[in-house]
């Protein structure tokens, strides 16, 4: 059973940083494409970015676009989210979510693609 643990989250200024993590066991990790999700009060869980297995490929929401970067260490069993000029809008539960992908180089953008789930790590942009 694949597992994944997210940590980082916490209370942070607007203009801030802040990195999350997610770590996984139970699998080989080489083998999901990951994707780190959000979810709002009241609203529905978007993704935030994507990236294959190979980690060469990725994908950032118009939302986060130029402020947050994916990333994978596939030797450590970790993907990472990197926000930065964080904003209050980007308030949320994180999530980061795998996906056993046969392709090495595919991204998957859908919360219906992912089989495993963290349970969440919560990020407030607040001053």
């Known amino acids: 059973q694949v597992q994944l643990v997210e940590s980082g989250g916490g209370l942070v200024q607007p203009g801030g940083s802040l990195r999350l993590s997610c770590a996984a066991s139970g699998g080989t990790f080489s083998r999901f494409a990951m994707g780190w999700f959000r979810q709002a009060p009241g609203k529905e869980r978007e993704v935030v970015g994507v990236?294959?297995?190979?980690?060469?490929?990725?994908y950032s929401s118009d939302s986060v676009k130029g402020r947050f970067a994916i990333s994978r260490d596939n030797a450590e069993n970790t993907a990472y989210l990197q926000m930065n000029s964080l904003k209050r809008e980007d308030t949320a539960v994180y999530y980061c979510?795998?996906?056993?992908?046969?392709?090495?180089?595919?991204?998957?953008?859908?919360?219906?693609?992912?089989?495993?789930w963290g349970q969440g790590t919560r990020v407030t942009v607040s001053s």
């Open positions: 990236i294959s297995r190979s980690g060469d490929s990725t």
């Open positions: 979510a795998a996906h056993s992908a046969r392709l090495w180089s595919t991204i998957y953008y859908r919360t219906d693609d992912y089989e495993w």
